[in-house]
């Protein structure tokens, strides 16, 4: 009996010390080097410091060779992710991850961003191409320092990457270009919708200047000097994106002679998108102003492609892409065809000014590098040391003519150029003290040119608003209680009129009746994670919605989610247009019993015991790694409830929420914050994978080191000797 415990206490200890030796051969050992001397192709000494956080702070002797360290630092960190980013763009998912990614593949290659890429890194001008090229150099030198001991995730996929191209940054960028301006199956929605409904009220349904399906709230404002305590502005920006493991945002710190920024970057593409340096601070949001247009294809020249999409364990798949002269066939629909045209296609159209937006030292300088960025249409907010503030909208914004407001273009509709930079909305140190974009349309009424987009209701704007309303002068750690908000205007509305629309109706309700409306008129209008209000309000939206569809399309509107949505039942019930429905109280009332039937089948007949955070549940996994037996647990994130909704300032889904969060103290950089909502690293074994994660669903922030990083690694970077011939 002893000989056979020891035979399996010999059996368990050889088992843990394989795995043991495994994970470090697979995991630990590929961390990237982060103190010590390394040589590298760089014409100067340089260093790369990481702190606590593992932010890379690089100190170069040139432009060239920051941004150089800055593709390696990356690298280091994120090559993974920055893989799958270009393989994504590119439609090659399928050829690593298998069958469940093929469909995204498919769609993909119709929108051919990878041809599109190498068409735009050939015409660009050279002062544009250099930050990717030496960003370019950068990746490849850690490719080359590192083949045999890259992340784990390419030994369990059973591949290496490719050497990385200029044209794989930019199919990065042109991928996020698209899906902030992807609005075609919208534009098909409401044409459906029409055909088979009330023209009228589909109409409502899609505002003039409104529209579209991506509910992705993102924030920023910025308050001048009056307003703040320190004497100086502050500038708040919290981008909400989908999820993901690891973080779309990458922090970076670089300096040279010319250039000390420090923020926000996308892997796989180089300089600071958002972030601030000696001078100025700027955040960013979308906005939303449409970019792609749908057009049948009537008979013209459609020129056939042909694609082959590669798939693990599986046969590949043949996908012939269609083209015309105003860009690829995107969809078919009774019969029809439709191409459509988008700004990102546009040959000759894409800069990179992100070297010169992250140089700039004051408004001026600030605007000639906006003139140049090239979409998607974006929400810039400004500060800078000096005490000035500022809003500018950017992007390439179609200018259209011949059209009559209908979409998808049936007719002879062109686009004649675009709306010039000058003449975009711009605000400069307003008398209010405050500038707030969340999306919201920014256009002023009266504006000359004809303005459609998917723009966000302006329910955010106005929390945003009355927030900074309630005291004269803010602190700059005060933001994040701003960003931290869950006040549902509409939702709160909505409540008040289900409420009403009971008393008012009378009679003997039942019990679960006077429950329900006895939460609803308790309200604050908070949508908190533990409450049962705000489960009970929005399933009761739901099942008021899809009323509404009913009346405007039978049977048409169950794809129906546009950004205006809640504005425009917010409106339909202040004014209970005639037409819809012969008494609108009625209609609330089944609608509430309907979602108390619904409530009790998914959380059960205890309506006080309902929490709105058992549906508002985020979960994120990592692509490769969560698959693992036994160990896929670690590589996972949640299910965490939440709460927000997508008309809170904190925008949450169970796929979307804060990215991260970034407030500049203009008064001192030191006292700035980020936080992201994972971590700095890509690899599962790093400290810094996802040690930022509990500090993001506190709503807490970290610290944003500039001048005086805490040193937790040093990295020597010394110029390689050239090789001799």
Request: with cysteine; net charge positive; charged share 20%.
């Amino acid at each position: 009996m002893n000989r056979i415990l020891k035979i399996i206490n010999y059996i368990i200890g050889a088992a843990v010390l394989a795995g043991a030796v495994c994970v470090y051969w697979f995991a630990w050992r590929v961390l990237p080097q982060s103190s010590g001397t390394v040589e590298l192709p760089v014409a100067a000494a340089a260093s790369i410091v990481r702190d606590s956080q593992g932010v890379p702070h690089i100190e170069a002797g040139s432009d060239e060779d920051a941004w150089f360290l800055q593709g390696y630092a990356t690298a280091q960190d994120r090559m993974f992710q920055m893989d799958l980013l270009r393989r994504q763009a590119a439609g090659e998912l399928a050829a690593v991850l298998g069958p469940a990614v093929r469909e995204s593949d498919l769609e993909n290659r119709r929108y051919r961003l990878k041809k599109l890429a190498d068409q735009h890194a050939r015409s660009m001008s050279g002062p544009d191409r250099a930050p990717l090229a030496a960003y370019a150099r950068g990746v490849n030198a850690f490719l080359e320092r590192n083949r045999g001991r890259l992340p784990v995730e390419f030994t369990l996929s059973g591949y290496e990457p490719s050497p990385w191209t200029i044209a794989d940054s930019l199919s990065i960028a042109l991928q996020l270009f698209r899906a902030m301006t992807d609005t075609w199956k919208d534009e098909l929605l409401k044409a459906n919708m029409m055909a088979g409904g009330d023209r009228e009220k589909v109409e409502t349904l899609f505002p003039v200047r409104t529209g579209g399906e991506i509910q992705i709230g993102s924030n920023a404002w910025v308050i001048a000097a009056k307003r703040s305590q320190t004497g100086k502005p502050i500038l708040a920006n919290d981008p909400h994106l989908r999820f993901s493991l690891p973080s779309i945002w990458y922090q970076v710190h670089m300096k040279s002679p010319l250039t000390d920024v420090a923020g926000m970057q996308v892997p796989g593409m180089p300089g600071v998108l958002i972030g601030h340096n000696r001078r100025i601070a700027w955040g960013m949001t979308i906005l939303h102003f449409d970019a792609a247009d749908l057009y049948a294809v009537r008979g013209g020249q459609v020129v056939q492609e042909p694609e082959l999409v590669r798939v693990r364990g599986a046969r590949p798949v043949e996908s012939p892409v269609l083209t015309t002269r105003r860009g690829p066939v995107v969809a078919t629909d009774a019969g029809n065809a439709w191409a459509m045209r988008w700004t990102g296609a546009i040959p000759g159209m894409f800069e990179f000014p992100l070297a010169e937006l992250n140089r700039a030292s004051d408004w001026s300088g600030f605007r000639r590098a906006l003139a140049r960025f090239p979409g998607p249409g974006a929400n810039f907010v400004y500060a800078d040391v000096d005490g000035n503030i500022g809003y500018q909208a950017a992007g390439k914004l179609p200018v259209r003519t011949n059209w009559n407001g209908d979409l998808p273009v049936t007719g002879d509709a062109e686009w004649d150029g675009f709306i010039p930079f000058e003449e975009l909305p711009s605000v400069y140190n307003p008398e209010s003290g405050v500038l707030i974009t969340a999306n919201q349309n920014p256009f002023p009424a009266g504006y000359p040119r004809r303005v459609h987009g998917n723009f966000a209701a302006p329910f955010r704007n106005r929390q945003i608003a009355a927030r900074l309303a309630v005291k004269e002068k803010w602190r700059p750690d005060e933001m994040a209680g701003i960003m931290k908000d869950v006040y549902s205007e509409p939702a709160h509305f909505f409540a008040g009129q289900l409420v009403e629309a009971r008393r008012r109706r009378g009679g003997s309700p039942s019990e679960d009746t006077r429950e329900a409306v006895k939460i609803l008129a308790e309200w604050n209008g908070q949508m908190e994670a533990d409450l049962p209000a705000p489960f009970l309000a929005t399933l009761t939206l739901q099942h008021f919605r899809k009323a509404i569809l009913e009346r405007a399309a039978p049977g048409k509107g169950a794809a129906y989610d546009s950004q205006m949505g809640m504005a425009v039942m917010e409106k339909l019930l202040r004014e209970r247009p005639r037409g819809w429905f012969d008494d609108w109280d009625a209609v609330l009332d089944k609608a509430l019993a309907d979602a108390i039937d619904e409530g009790k089948r998914v959380q059960g007949r205890t309506m006080a015991s309902w929490k709105w955070g058992v549906q508002n549940r985020m979960t994120q996994e990592h692509p490769v790694a969560s698959r693992l037996p036994l160990v896929g647990w670690y590589f996972r994130l949640g299910p965490v409830s939440l709460s927000g909704a997508p008309n809170t300032i904190s925008t949450t889904t169970q796929r979307v929420g804060p990215s991260m969060r970034f407030v500049a103290d203009v008064s001192d950089w030191d006292r700035s914050t980020m936080n992201l909502v994972t971590g700095q690293s890509g690899h599962p074994l790093s400290w810094n994978y996802k040690d930022q994660f509990s500090k993001w669903a506190a709503g807490e922030s970290l610290p944003m080191r500039f001048s005086r990083p805490d040193a937790a690694a040093t990295l020597v970077v010394t110029p390689s000797t050239p090789r001799r011939p």
